[in-house]
């Protein structure tokens, strides 16, 4: 039998092969278990108390420690307690310098002849939570819409005012994307999507560089909200039932809690923290089920439909069972967010995260009560008490953000509407537009034309363009105005000046529409030779424009 994955994702080393221990009449779920080991396997500096023995669970298909089990190395035993009759294995730990992959992040460990199995788990847990919860702070990307969209309008706020957190809408057609980036230095969580906004496969797997991102990704969307980790970007999905509509974040400790939990039940979980392929198929297939336009109630019945649907009765004994370990992390993230309201909602930074702490501490305790090696690990689970101490010390900036230094605690707002664009074109373009020796007239429909008589050269007649004689108005532009929610741009379609205006040159066009004007190409003036600004004035201007 092949343990290497575990031992790789667990930093630990076999002793011998794995041995199966079973009751041949009754049914005794706990006893003691001895088994012999090698010392000639051992490498020098390992002592007794780095020595142990390690249960198979086969519901959960994990391997877990007996932290009670004791090396004796004048008969080379080691003895421990067993909660239920498997296959059993020993084990040791070996001093030295670790470095461990756990879902795409490396986690150092430092072993010295001093450290015990126990206190090697408890490190190990620890760690892995700290380095989940890192990735709910770092630097923030730049926020990035490919496509702006041309029908959806969005405007992101905070409560204290400062532009830390950001958004654009992406794209056009039936769903646009809202693409968000959270500059506020901890983890924002959307309270529950409004009508209209929801979670689509690629708002699952948006950043997805690793099975964190999409495990955190996928417990959220069964709730019909969104997470987006400190300095990270997320995104959600409008859809044609919105027309106005507000998304509200704020940080509490539901978000941290998750993490908490994640990095504790993937320490035990190797299958589950390497398989992001698997991951990722199980979200796609939930995000596409029908039952998702219920909303969050739906995604959570077609994740776990999902979920039973992959689930297989053959099981490979003493090896990791990514279907049963994806179940019991989602059980876990029930009972934390079922729980949510006796997290700390108010209070300081600290509060929230020690009440999160405690939260997942329990979840992560009833989610593997369900199985029989819920006994072997109570003590790993309290160390977890440590996590808001050591995520103080070591993540950076945190500190500023727990003490009220740098990064207030705010909430964060992104208000969404439909943009009209025909009505903004009849309402802020639409008209008869004049400035000195300059016309602009734009129909209903976007169609317009630029008529204007040069400054001329009368040193040199030579030197005007050639437009000027023209029939019958002289200087002649037409063009297509195109709006959106960002602006306007007009498109020459044809032109008499092709030198100075070229088919397919785009102008600028911005309106003001409480003095009655628009400017016309904000970049270079529209006047050959330079005369004159680029305001127009229409009939309720308040001034004259373009002298």
Known sequence: MDTGLTDKHLGVAGLGAPVEI???????TQGRVSLSYDSGKLPRGVTAKQIGIMVFDSDLGAWFPLLDAEADPRTHRVTGTAPHFSLFRTFFVEPGEKLLHMAGREIKLTVDAGTSVMGYFQKLITASAVAIVK??????????????????????????GDNSFSACADGDGKEVTLNMVNGVAYPIRLDRLPSGVTITGRDVLLGSGDSITVIRNVIWMTQGQKVIAGAKAGSVTVNEKMTTARLHGHMDGSAVAVDVLLGTLLAFMPALSADKKWIEGIAQKAVNSPSVKDGGAGLARATRMTVDDASTSRKVEGQPDVVSQFATLMGAGDCLLDSKDALSENGSAKERFESAVKAAQTCAKLALGQFKATEVIPALLDSLKLVPEIVQAQIAGISNVLTGGKHKLTSVFVDLSRFDSRATLKGNYQ???????RKIIIDEDGSGRYNWFPFLNYDDPSSDPPCVTAEPRGCEVRFRL?????????????????????????VNVSSNAEAGTITFDTETNVDHGGGGSNEFCGPRATRYCGA
């Open 22 to 28: 079973s009751t041949t009449r009754g049914a005794l």
């Open 135 to 160: 990735d709910l702070f770092a630097v923030p990307p730049a926020l990035n819409c490919d496509k702006p969209s041309a029908t959806v309008v969005a405007e992101a706020s905070t409560a204290v």
């Open 431 to 437: 008209g008869t537009w004049q400035a000195h020796r």
């Open 482 to 506: 195109t709006v959106t929610p960002a602006g306007a741009t007009a498109e020459v379609t044809v032109s008499n000046d092709l030198e100075e205006w070229p088919i397919g040159h785009k």
